[in-house]
């Protein structure tokens, strides 16, 4: 066991480094086929979309832009009603243009709409959603997720830009940790 896993007190794989590596290639040549003859813009949400985005991005053969968003928790208020404070906005114009948000993960949607609707004050053509993993049953509203990598239920994970702390994003697979207080 490695000093991270040790640290992370890691518990199983949930996803080996190879099966998202084949899951990635499947949604990159899915958006490839979907917005092929389109401007697209990729934008990715800061820090857990990392590693995602840019497997991702590389496994789009289209010439797209690619930028970032970044967020953070207003305390006590976030879980509650998904608003978020911008910490980075996006420095690509999107008016008129196709924009796919990169998520790491999607739990209730909450964080989401609210960063989907700081988008759309900008005229984008559409907006669409892609994350690596999707928890279907606890979202709390319909957001546009078009593409996923996997469905999750209510284990915590760490690995592949998700972490506990800030920690474990670096891992090259998803792993299963021990739920925290």
Known sequence: MSNLEEALHTERIVYSEETIKARVAELGKQITKDYEGKELVVIGVIKGSLFFLSDLTRAI??????????????????SKTGIVRITKDIDIDITDKHVLVVEDVIRTGLT?????????MKKPKEITLCSMLLNPDRLLMTIPVKYYGFEINDQWLAGYGLDHDEIGRNLPYIAQIPKRK
């Open 61 to 78: 053969d289209l010439p797209i832009k690619v930028d970032m968003i970044g967020f953070s928790n207003i305390p006590d208020t976030t």
């Open 112 to 120: 989401t709409a609210y960063i989907i609707q700081n988008l759309e």
